[in-house]
Structure formats: structure tokens, C-alpha cells
């Protein structure tokens, strides 16, 4: 099997995740990138990645070693051209519950000696998980879990991937991760503007996690796929299925009422760089017999399952 690229935001319960998958796969078999200042960062990436900034020669030399993860603080984009964004996987968290945990890291372990407020208004700590997870659809990703619903994540992801890795705890900032942390109505307010991104990718998030959660539940299969494009004249995707590389057929309604069905079988160009199954032949079309009118809702729905892929206004 492709080695698994673990984009692991921090604060996410990613330490936790990373060290049962190097329990799960043998720490031969695991690799790290946490920049080359760490001690953490494998020999191999500072070699390849660092040092020679050949990163093919980096991912061939991984299939040598029959390596089966790669783990970093590092930014989707660095490494899903070539893992591929089916073997890409990560966490994501509330996102002002995200940030208190940072920051408290800050002060626990770097020293930080500042208050929340002057934290959180950094730059670099502003809609962090957005930056982290930019260029790549959240639709795409192999699989997205929730720090809140850790252990559901983890069974869906072994199922998913047909791994066994068990759920361990580490890195606990608290002893109590049950309640949220509470902070004053203006730290409140302010963290919610500032993060706007963030809190849009982290609801989306949620959406698509509780729907594969309530699909993995039913034992129904999980389809990865969205609406790219609407107009009052037509529409267009893309998707396929998690687990096999056939076309996958989607139901095309306009306000409710079933007018196509088609196999998403087109090439997507514009999407190869992300590494997609079935040499990115996961595109569908669709032009309307006549122009929609303004406000018409469309949906694309996997018929097989029920499971909704998009639903958008014709503006």
C-alpha cells in the first residue's frame, strides 16, 4: 500500500495520532517532518527535502524502505502531490478552542510569556488550520477526522485505510479535555473575527465528517466529491468513490426533482496535481435543457447511497 501523508495541525490530538500509528506500523516504518531544527525530523527528509531539496528522490527512496507514514507540521501542499490527496489525512478542531490549547503550549514548553490576546493576534496564528490545508479540497482529502470525536475518527480512518491503529493519549495540555475553554465575551468576539476562515473550513469540516460518520454507521461506502461549478446553464464536478477505482454515478436534481443521472468519467485537468484515483477521470457534466431561473436549487446526489455531494442556488 502508498505510504499515508498525516498533515498534523498542531492542537489537533495529532501527537496522540501519530505515535499509535508508529506503534501500529513500527517506528522503521514511520517518518517525520517537524523542520529541520528538530530533533523529531527523520534523517531521510533532512537529507532529501533539506539538504538536497529533491523531493521525488525523497518519496522514491520512502517506497524503498517500504515506508507506510509520513508525519509532519508542515502544510498540505508541501508533500500531496506526491502521496496524493487520497493518502493524505488529518484533524482539524474548533477553532478558538484550538488556539487557547497553542497558546498554553506556548507557555508551558517555548517560554511564551505574553497573554491570550497578544498570542492570538500574531499572524502566523490567524486561521492557521485554513493556511495549513490551503490548495486542497476539503472534499479531497483521503480523510478528514474531528479532534472532537477522536475515537469515531479513528475507526472510521482504520476502516477506510483496513488498519488496526489504537487510540492512545498523550500530550495532554489538561487532564479534563472534556469542557471547553472559557474565555471573556470580548477575547470571544475578537478570536471569531479574526479566524473567520477558519471557523467557515472547521463547519464544513463537521458537515462532511457527520456525514461519513452516518455512512460508515449504516455501512454504506463514502464517495469524495463536490460541485465545481453552477450556472443557469449547466453543472459540473467531480467525484469517486473511497475504497474502488470504478466510476462513480451521480443523480442531478433541480429543486427536488430527479432530471439526470451520470458517471463521473470526465478528466479533471486542473485537479492531476492533487494526485487523484483513476488518473483524475472523476469529472461529470451536465447542461440543462433549458436555463435555470434565478434561485433554483440544484443537488447532486449519490442514488446508490443518498449521500449529498453538493447543493447549490443558480444566482
Known amino acids: 500500500m502508498s505510504p499515508i501523508f498525516f498533515v498534523h495541525i498542531p492542537k489537533t490530538a495529532g501527537t496522540s495520532f501519530r505515535k499509535a500509528a508508529e506503534q501500529f506500523f513500527s517506528s522503521e516504518r514511520v517518518f517525520y517532518d517537524y523542520s529541520p531544527t528538530e530533533k523529531e525530523t527523520s534523517s531521510l527528509v533532512c537529507q532529501w527535502i533539506y539538504k538536497e531539496r529533491d523531493f521525488l528522490s525523497f518519496y522514491q527512496e520512502l517506497c524503498n524502505k517500504n515506508a507506510s507514514f509520513l508525519s509532519g507540521h508542515v502544510n498540505a501542499s508541501k508533500y500531496v502531490y506526491l502521496f496524493g490527496a487520497c493518502q493524505t489525512v488529518t484533524f482539524v478542531r474548533d477553532p478558538v478552542q484550538r488556539i487557547v490549547s497553542e497558546y498554553q503550549h506556548f507557555v508551558r514548553h517555548h517560554g511564551y510569556e505574553g497573554d491570550l490576546p497578544s498570542f492570538y493576534r500574531k499572524p502566523q496564528f490567524i486561521n492557521r488550520q485554513s493556511k495549513i490545508l490551503q490548495g486542497v479540497p476539503l472534499e479531497a482529502i483521503g480523510f478528514l477526522g474531528l479532534n472532537e470525536a477522536y475515537e469515531d475518527s479513528l475507526a472510521i480512518l482504520n476502516q477506510r485505510y483496513n488498519f488496526d491503529i489504537q ?42 465528517f457527520e456525514q461519513r460518520r452516518a455512512l460508515f454507521n449504516e455501512g454504506k461506502s463514502y464517495v469524495h466529491g463536490a460541485i465545481h461549478q453552477l450556472s443557469d446553464k449547466s453543472t459540473s464536478g467531480w467525484a469517486w468513490h473511497a475504497k474502488n477505482d470504478s466510476p462513480v454515478k451521480v443523480s442531478v436534481l433541480i429543486n427536488g426533482k430527479k432530471i439526470a443521472t451520470l458517471s463521473s468519467k470526465d478528466l479533471r485537468p486542473a485537479f492531476l496535481r492533487l494526485g487523484l484515483p483513476r488518473s483524475g477521470y472523476v469529472g461529470f457534466h451536465y447542461n440543462f435543457e433549458a436555463p435555470l431561473i434565478k434561485g433554483s436549487v440544484v443537488e447532486v446526489v449519490v442514488p446508490e447511497t443518498g449521500q449529498l455531494l453538493g447543493k447549490r442556488r443558480v444566482q
Not at 183 to 189: A, F, H, T, V
Open 167 to 208: 487510540s492512545i493519549d498523550m500530550n495532554m495540555g489538561r487532564t479534563d479535555k472534556t469542557t471547553n475553554y472559557e474565555l471573556p465575551k470580548e477575547q470571544l468576539e475578537e478570536l471569531n473575527y479574526l479566524n473567520q476562515q477558519d471557523i467557515r473550513l472547521y463547519r464544513m469540516a463537521v458537515r462532511l
